[in-house]
């Protein structure tokens, strides 16, 4: 971060720039490509058409996918502060 001896904006400027590369790295993350299944991959459901128009490529239905994000549980990240709380867990 900036401080001390910055420039006027430094901060706002390293704001503007992470979420920026937080952006870019978001819209480069794969994506489904080509041909929709009419059925869902998972449940053998059928896919509504208009959700097989809005999402090419798409492979699941909705109730597999909200029940795929459900599930899924972030790690915990690592705290650089090296406060003595973190290293007690």
Same mark, same amino acid.
């Given at each position: 971060m900036a401080g001390g001896w910055a420039r006027d904006g430094a /901060?706002? =400027?390293q704001i503007e720039a992470? /979420?920026?590369?937080e952006l870019a790295r978001m819209k480069s993350k794969a994506q489904? /490509?080509?041909e929709s299944f009419t059925h869902c991959a998972e449940c053998? =459901?059928?896919i509504p058409q208009a959700r097989r128009?809005?999402?090419p490529g798409v492979k699941l239905c909705i109730d597999c996918v909200?029940?795929?994000d459900a599930a899924f549980k972030t790690r915990p990240g690592i705290n650089r502060r090296g406060s003595k709380d973190s290293q007690l867990k």
């Open positions: /901060v706002s =400027e992470s /979420v920026s590369d489904p /490509v080509g053998e =459901e059928e128009e809005a999402l909200q029940d795929r």
